[in-house]
């Protein structure tokens, strides 16, 4: 891989996700991470992506995004990384990995919703949104499967949502719940390659 850009928030889950990932592949020197702040409409993120969301990824190929498609690109197009998305796992890997990205996605619209003024404030959103996420964490406890292997890019999905529900959504408390992936979280939670992109 050539030199390549990443633009994202050091506290978004989905750009640490990528961030692990190339920091597991060793690749992380290639990559130029540059800290941008998505709402703000004057950077060249709005003229890379038109969603003007993170992360947003530049390489020869040009502008990539959401996180899952970066990731694969990362794996396919890098011998270094091709451990961390073996052929022989991929869809299992990559449904892990949407699971993991759903989880985030339920408690990133709780986080908003929760940050309105509560005369708008939607108690009922905030208790369904809940509820998928505890379904989520409740599925990646039950299925062991996945959490078997060496590590990869489903394992290194769920670190980072789990890792930003201790640090966004504290009160979730689902370590109390499921000690045995609590376990498996402290454990991965201890890599390199995730302490260096711990939030906060």
């Given amino acids: 891989m050539i030199a390549a850009r990443l633009f994202g928030s050091p506290t978004s889950p989905f750009v640490r996700k990528v961030r692990v990932l190339l920091l597991e592949a060793g690749l992380s020197e290639k990559v130029c991470f540059e800290r941008i702040d998505p709402r703000d409409t004057t950077t060249e993120l709005r003229a890379r992506n038109p969603l ?92 062991v499967a996945w959490r078997d292997s060496d590590i990869d890019l489903g394992q290194i999905a769920v670190a980072c949502a789990l890792g930003w529900m201790n640090f966004r959504l504290p009160r979730i408390d689902w370590e109390t719940a499921y000690p045995q992936l609590a376990e498996w979280f402290n454990s991965i939670a201890s890599r390199p390659s995730l302490v260096a992109t711990r939030p906060g």
């Fill in 52 to 143: 003007g969301k993170v992360p947003t990824f530049l390489c020869e190929e040009g502008s990539l995004f959401d996180s899952g498609v970066i990731c694969e690109w990362i794996c396919d197009r890098n011998i270094e990384a091709g451990h961390l998305l073996p052929a022989g796992r991929r869809w299992r890997i990559l449904t892990t990995q949407a699971l993991a990205d759903g989880l985030l996605d339920a408690g990133l619209l709780v986080r908003q919703e929760e940050l309105r003024e509560p005369s708008a404030r939607s108690d009922t959103w905030i208790a369904e949104q809940t509820d998928r996420m505890r379904a989520a964490i409740a599925s990646l406890d039950k299925d």
